[in-house]
């Protein structure tokens, strides 16, 4: 331990290596492709510039989401972002219900929007849509009737 730094002049000179800037992850179309997973639902989403349509599984999202709840779920990253009404987004979804589907649909478009602006990185993970939900169902187990739920016990 002979190399110790003793002042604030000595710690001016140690040299800390910066974090390379992201890099834009963009296909020959123009599109972004980003994974997005919640619960048993896995959602391929591709983002590229545009008016703001969405399609799910060749469906507009109105017909495929018809919950407002599920809607404003799914469009969350665009307001954080300010970007509403600038991507167009073609995704399928698979797996789950509407509700695991849609965190999925989220969560991918999060990611989607990151690779095509790095720059919206801190808003969006600030907001927690870049971090995978990893919460699942629960298996059932023999002997009971759901995952943790007895029978009812009964004397006679």
Known sequence: MADTTTSLEDLKEVVTEVAAPREKKIDELGRSYATGRRKDAVARVWIK???????????ELENYFPRPVLRMLINQPFEVSNRENQFDVFC????????GQAGALRHGISQALTLFEPDLRPALKKGGFLTRDS???ERKKYGRRKARRSFQFSKR
């Open 49 to 59: 510039p545009g008016t703001g349509k969405i399609t799910v599984n060749s469906r």
């Open 135 to 137: 919460r699942v169902v």
């Open 92 to 99: 399928t979804v698979s797996g789950g219900g509407l509700s």
